[in-house]
């Protein structure tokens, strides 16, 4: 029995890949690690098939053509036997005590018939090159340690999303979802976390320090120079990730306000990175942006427009632009991390 599938999605990561690797093995038989060689140029393939090769009944190498984080994922999924689904990016890694804690949940609820959905845990921003480490948690949104519907939780903080890195889903929900992030395109992670939420209806929040998410580098997606290149392939996301709020399947208020949240903070970073680019083109991107979610629910753009984060990135003067790429200076500055 295979409480939960780990995917890899791995392209160039000889640097990184053993230490994610290494990580995941601690969770013995009770996982299935799945290295996703994607298209790989530099020995990435060759350390996969060496550790399926040494552990046969807990790793499985899957060469592809290169298609990108979201083809290495869908291909994952394809895969996966496990009960439970992960996605570890190569360079990033599992704490081993909490991942012993984690299994030991999945295993006891399947021994007692127990449902969950959704598993929540913390995760790690770690920077090796400024010897910083940030915790986020989500001690404030759900009860510890316990089974729990949406009705159960509280207002969500200013840093706390239900993002890739803090989630565990049972493999059959996100199937059921259909989701199925696009190739060759960067910041799926907010469309992978989104577009089961409304199958999800039991959920239990685990207070571990799971993940260890290594930032920093000057190459790495989130860096403001990489976003701001890969601008058509956020304005792509965030069309995708609004489209998530379209559903019928949870009646629930509060995963509704999740949902708009994280469509307005979507729209607000992609709004900001098209005014830091200042050009005419640019500001018609941000323009058929707000546009398209007008057209797919004028409630949810209005909602957007007038309360909430992404309503100070569309004021349309240049005053009210000004004061939007201000505001987000200051706020890099009172909060940078990376």
Not at 101 to 117: A, F, I, P, T
Not at 150 to 168: A, C, E, N, P
Not at 310 to 321: F, H, N, Q
């Amino acid at each position: 029995m295979k409480y939960l599938t780990f995917a890899i999605p791995s392209y160039n990561s000889e640097d990184y890949l053993q230490r994610c690797v290494d990580s995941l093995l601690k969770g013995g038989d009770r996982v299935e690690i799945l290295i996703i060689d994607d298209g790989s140029t530099d020995q990435t393939a060759t350390i996969a098939d060496n550790y399926a090769a040494q552990y046969p009944n807990i790793v499985k190498a899957i060469h592809q053509k290169n298609a990108g984080h979201g083809g290495a994922v869908n291909n994952g999924l394809a895969h996966a036997s496990g009960k439970y689904f992960k996605v570890v990016d190569s360079d990033d890694w599992l704490d081993e005590k909490a991942l012993q804690s984690v299994l030991d949940h999945l295993e006891s609820w399947d021994k007692h018939g127990q449902n969950v959905d959704m598993l929540v845990c913390n995760y790690v921003y770690e920077n090796f090159y400024q010897h910083k480490s940030f915790v986020v948690n989500y001690r404030h949104v759900f009860p510890t340690d316990q089974i729990c519907g949406w009705d159960d939780t509280k207002r969500f903080g200013v840093t706390q999303y239900l993002i890739m890195h803090s989630l565990i889903f049972k493999t059959n929900i996100l199937r059921r979802s259909g989701v199925q992030l696009p190739e060759h395109t960067f910041y799926v992670d907010n469309l992978f976390a989104d577009k089961p939420l409304p199958l999800v209806h039991k959920i239990c929040y685990l207070d571990l320090d799971l993940y260890r998410y290594f930032i920093g580098r000057a190459d790495q997606s989130i860096s403001e120079d990489v976003m701001i290149s890969r601008i058509d392939q956020q304005i792509r996301v965030t069309k995708l990730v609004a489209d998530c709020t379209q559903h019928n399947d949870n009646p629930s208020p509060k995963l509704r306000t999740y949902l708009v949240r994280s469509v307005s903070v979507m729209l607000a970073v992609s709004s900001v990175h098209l005014l830091l680019m200042g050009t005419e083109e640019a500001l018609e991107k941000r323009h058929d942006m707000w546009q398209y979610v007008k057209k797919l629910d004028k409630r949810l753009y209005w909602r957007l427009r007038l309360h909430s984060v992404s309503a100070w990135t569309y004021i349309p003067t240049k005053l009210g632009r000004f004061l939007t790429v201000a505001g987000y200076r200051t706020s890099r500055l009172l909060v940078k991390f990376q």
